[in-house]
């Protein structure tokens, strides 16, 4: 399977008191898929988890073995959506950030399902027609 991954997904891995049956249904799925990113997704990823271990809520060890896991999965950065003025156009058409409005551009750009956990996000992911993986 193919299909877009939203950061929100992916965090909850490492956070095991945000896991949900959906977030753990997606990870075995990441074993036989290629998933595409857009170029924010390793910053995203990176801050939230750095601030989990700020905050002493995950370990060290936790973030090394998260990161160790991303690295076994088909992951590809895809930079299809580079256009500041695209990404403004959509966060306001959609009503989302301009990180989330990204992911559903890069969905249409690439015409593949999203998968993401931000119910914002799965709402104007449906408005603009974009299949969802559940």
Same mark, same amino acid.
């Given at each position: 399977?193919?299909? #877009? ?42 801050? #939230?988890?750095?601030?989990? #271990? ?32 695209? #990404? ?47």
């Amino acid at each position: 399977m193919r299909f #877009v991954l939203d950061a929100s997904t992916a965090i909850r891995w490492c956070l095991t008191v945000q896991q949900t049956s959906s977030s753990i249904a997606v990870l075995e799925l990441m074993l036989t898929s290629e998933v595409y990113v857009p170029t924010i997704w390793p910053a995203e990823v990176a801050s #939230v988890i750095s601030r989990e #271990v700020n905050k002493q809520n995950i370990t060290l060890d936790d973030a090394d073995e998260f990161f160790m896991t991303l690295d076994e999965f088909n992951i590809s950065v895809n930079n299809k959506v580079d256009n500041p003025a695209r #990404v403004f156009d959509a966060a306001r058409r959609h009503r989302l950030t301009g990180y989330d409005a990204t992911y559903i551009e890069l969905a249409i750009a690439l015409g593949l399902p999203l998968v993401s956990e931000d119910n914002n996000m799965l709402a104007a992911a449906k408005r603009a027609g974009v299949a969802l993986v559940v």
